[in-house]
């Protein structure tokens, strides 16, 4: 792919000593000292919390109600995320595999046909109810009646790790890979670009907007007439965005990148516990709250708390030819 221009300014990131403004979710004492690996709302206003090895918890009305784990159907008590299907049940992904929830115990859904699915890092739902998943192996597509594709290296994925996959409306399908860059599925087959590059996921965003996050390359920003690439000297994810627009990214080195009206933001270092600001997940509540989890900790903060925490950033930047054709590509059947 040909850069076209590139823009280089400073980065600045503050680090200044303000004493501790963050509250916390209480009754999270049994998850334990584990990560946070994703956060989603309970239909009765609670949450359902996803656990680096203490499976899944259900958080309703200021307490934790029940935990779940391989003993109580779970494919492992690691899960990566959490998701709600076309028909309203509950899916979590992670270490040997896919589960689902049938209201009072998990049930394990580990292989699809001769496909191994040892290690599931993500899911999404297309908008005709289709379930794709990103495994350590390929990429799967679940349809509505339970049939399932097997997409794999050997049909053109850019590589055999993946990470992320998501449907890209009008377009095809975005493929998220380990050190093999981002594959796009149309009809005219597939196609790879950023070949070396580690993509780790894919959010889609407003107005046909596709962000990935990279190990070590920054954030990519896809659009259907440009693909501009920010921080490119940086591992950011961008994990979630919320009803306003606004952008969370997380990084494995710590903090929290936030990106609101077309600007960059960090969110200062009080806001997080003392050796604790590596943020795993990102959600929100149903009155705007914003909800990050980090290691054994949820912090919870209102719209006003959170834009008092934010400090403005310039990050470097560069902009790439499009992925996508002058005529478009027509999504691919399958």
Avoid at 320 to 330: A, D, M, Q, R, T
Wanted: glycine content about 12%.
């Amino acid at each position: 792919m040909k850069k076209l221009t590139t823009f280089v300014v400073s980065l600045l990131f503050a680090h200044p000593s303000f004493s501790a403004d963050y509250s916390m979710i209480s009754g999270l004492d049994e998850i334990g000292d584990t990560n946070i690996h994703d956060i989603l709302r309970h239909p009765e206003g609670g949450y359902w919390i996803a656990t680096r090895d203490t499976g899944v918890h259900l958080w309703l009305d200021g307490n934790l109600v029940k935990s779940y784990s391989e003993d109580d159907g779970l494919a492992a008590n690691g899960v990566l995320d959490l998701e709600y299907d076309h028909q309203g049940q509950l899916w979590a992904v992670g270490g040997r595999g896919a589960s689902y929830f049938d209201g009072i115990n998990w049930n394990k859904k580990d292989s699809f046909g001769d496909f191994s699915t040892n290690v599931v890092f993500n899911q999404s739902i297309t908008e005709n109810g289709r379930m794709l998943l990103g495994a350590n192996g390929g990429a799967i597509i679940v349809g509505s009646d339970g049939g399932h594709k097997l997409i794999t290296v050997d049909e053109g994925l850019p590589g055999k790790v993946v990470h992320d996959f998501i449907e890209w409306p009008g377009v095809g399908y975005l493929v998220a890979t380990r050190n093999g860059g981002l594959g796009l599925l149309g009809k005219h087959g597939p196609k790879a670009f950023f070949t070396d590059m580690n993509i780790r996921s894919l959010l889609p965003g407003a107005k046909g907007t596709i962000w990935a996050g990279t190990g070590a390359d920054g954030i990519l920003e896809i659009n259907a007439d440009e693909v501009v690439q920010h921080a490119p000297d940086q591992s950011w994810q961008p994990v979630y965005m919320d009803d306003e627009g606004k952008l969370f990214s997380r990084s494995d080195s710590g903090g929290l990148l936030v990106r609101c009206d077309g600007r960059w933001f960090v969110v200062k270092d009080s806001l997080f516990p003392t050796n604790n600001n590596i943020v795993h997940s990102v959600a929100s509540t149903e009155n705007g709250d914003v909800l990050i989890g980090l290691k054994g900790k949820v912090i919870k903060l209102s719209e006003a708390e959170l834009n008092s925490s934010l400090i403005p950033v310039e990050l470097e930047m560069a902009i790439y030819e499009k992925l996508v054709p002058p005529h478009g590509l027509e999504p691919r059947t399958y």
